[in-house]
Each structure stands twice: as structure tokens, then as C-alpha cells.
């Protein structure tokens, strides 16, 4: 039991350049969360998905996509990479069934873009 | 909207002293809260959690006591370690919009305890 892993750990990304980040969960949590993490500010939600086949925008969506075609996994994109999404990002599951259950994190994966 | 603030921190205390970390929120329903911590170069984990008025959430000797008077949700250790600095996040979690439920975290505040 894995629990919630992330992929890759790290990554520097040039100006204007894309990436896929992968999330994975072995669980079958419900709820899936892509957070960024910057000092001072805390986690931000950036989308989050209910269920396989569906996504929400979370507090900071813009100059990000995300897919979840599989239960177990939800993809979080950059198209045109900037300087201000340098971040740590969190990706993150749930069950369902109600606001009391607790989220479980992955390690993180620190993106850099120059 | 729902949001949590937390004291800034950094807090630098010795071994074995008291320590609180102040959380106060604002929530249009009736939310749980949560106490989370991170290690570094970890990603969160669950410390503690109160789910209604009144319950107290307790692991690890941290405690937090869920108040609704008062909106607040306070961690106390009585006696840290060095091995309990981290940086530790109150949360809150409420249904969403659009479905599901989304957590709200506060910034966070990281602890220092020194030998």
C-alpha cells in the first residue's frame, strides 16, 4: 500500500515550456486535490475532481489543466510554464462520504521554471 | 468565504516547554477541523482532528478543543521535543460549491524547539 505517490519529485522547467505532473493513489479515494504550496501562503487548491471523469476548479486554476480518467490517478498540466507557478505542488486523496475524513498527501514535487 | 488565519510564526521554544499555536476561522456551516503537520521535506500529515462543538482532537500529547463560542481551534503541547519541529497548518473542511468537500488551510506556522 503505497498510499499517495507523486511524479516526479523534481523538475526545472524553462519559460513558456509544458509538463504533466502525475498523481497516483492506491486507496480508491473518491477525492483527488492538487495544492501549491509557497512561502508564507500555505496550500492553495488549484483543481480538485469528485469522482472519475470530473474536475473543479479550486482558489488558483488559471495556467492549469487537469484529467482524471482513471480512479486511481489525476494529472495536473502546465501548457506554458511561468516564473510565478515555481511552487512546491501537493497532489492529495479522500474518501467520500463526508467533510469529516481526513486528506492524504503525497511527498510533493518542486517545480522550478526559470 | 470559509477561511482559517493562524498565528505567524517562526516559534523557537526550548525542550519541555508549553507550547500554543493560536487558529481562529470563519465558516458560513458547521465544519471539522484539523491540526496538520510537515516534516521537512514531507508532504502533510494528519495530527488531529474535531468534528462538532466541543470535541477535543488528541495525538502525539498535541491537543486542540474544537470552540464554536469562540471560532477557534488552538494547539497545546505541554512539553515539546526537538523532534516536533515542523511546520503545523489548521484547517477546516466544509462542502464545496460544486460538489465534493474542500479544505481550507491556514498558512501555517513553523516551530523551532531547540536542545
Known amino acids: 500500500n503505497a498510499g499517495v505517490t507523486q511524479t516526479p519529485k523534481f523538475r526545472v522547467l524553462k519559460t513558456g515550456q509544458s509538463m504533466t505532473l502525475l498523481c497516483a493513489q492506491d486507496?480508491?479515494?473518491?477525492?483527488m486535490y492538487w495544492y501549491r504550496q509557497d512561502p508564507g501562503m500555505g496550500l492553495r487548491l488549484i483543481h480538485y475532481?469528485?469522482?472519475?471523469?470530473?474536475?473543479a476548479k479550486g482558489e488558483v486554476p488559471d495556467g492549469y489543466n487537469v484529467s482524471r480518467l482513471k480512479k486511481q490517478n489525476f494529472l495536473l498540466g502546465l501548457e506554458s510554464a511561468a516564473p510565478s507557478q515555481t511552487s512546491v505542488y501537493f497532489c492529495?486523496?479522500?474518501?467520500?462520504?463526508?467533510?469529516?475524513?481526513?486528506?492524504?498527501f503525497g511527498p510533493g514535487t518542486r517545480l522550478t521554471v526559470l | 468565504g470559509d477561511s482559517v488565519t493562524q498565528m505567524e510564526g517562526p516559534v523557537t521554544l526550548s525542550e519541555e516547554a508549553f507550547l500554543t499555536i493560536n487558529c481562529t476561522y470563519t465558516?458560513?456551516?458547521?465544519?471539522?477541523l484539523f491540526w496538520y503537520v510537515q516534516y521537512p521535506g514531507e508532504g502533510l500529515q494528519l495530527l488531529l482532528k474535531?468534528?462538532?462543538?466541543?470535541d477535543k482532537g488528541s495525538n502525539k500529547g498535541f491537543e486542540a478543543t474544537y470552540r464554536k463560542e469562540t471560532t477557534s481551534f488552538h494547539l497545546e503541547k505541554g512539553s515539546v521535543q526537538v523532534s516536533d519541529s515542523a511546520v503545523y497548518f489548521c484547517?477546516?473542511?466544509?462542502?464545496?460549491?460544486?460538489?465534493?468537500?474542500?479544505?481550507?488551510f491556514g498558512a501555517g506556522t513553523r516551530l523551532f524547539v531547540k536542545a
Open positions: 492529495a486523496s479522500r474518501p467520500a462520504g463526508g467533510f469529516t475524513d481526513t486528506q492524504y
Open positions: 486507496m480508491n479515494h473518491e477525492y
Open positions: 475532481s469528485v469522482g472519475e471523469g470530473t474536475t
Open positions: 465558516a458560513t456551516g458547521y465544519p471539522s
Open positions: 474535531a468534528t462538532k462543538a466541543d
Open positions: 484547517a477546516l473542511s466544509d462542502r464545496g460549491n460544486t460538489g465534493g468537500f474542500k479544505t481550507i
